[in-house]
């Protein structure tokens, strides 16, 4: 673990952060596993968790993902029969 720490406090002083864990990596990962399309049953077992539920508290993506969720239901139209 203190490679990655080092690593990680590297990064922080580069780019002018205040904090990083470890634990950041974690939920960075996983969101760009959910930003990809990757459904949250996978994304929990790569990350090694035993429960979705676990994994959906790493969700950063917010209302932006719900829209586009929404927008991806089609469905059709037909009018008035008659």
Not at 11 to 36: C, W
Not at 58 to 64: Q, T
Not at 69 to 82: K, N, T
């Amino acid at each position: 673990m203190r490679g990655w720490r080092s690593i990680g406090e590297h990064r922080k002083y580069k780019r002018g952060l205040r904090e990083f864990s470890p634990h950041d990596l974690r939920r960075a990962y996983i969101s760009v596993l959910l930003d990809r399309g990757v459904d949250l049953a996978t994304a929990a077992d790569l990350a090694g968790h035993a429960s979705p539920n676990t994994t959906k508290r790493y969700d950063r993506r917010g209302e932006r993902a719900r829209h586009a969720a929404a927008e991806a239901i089609v469905v059709p139209y037909v009018g008035p029969r008659g």
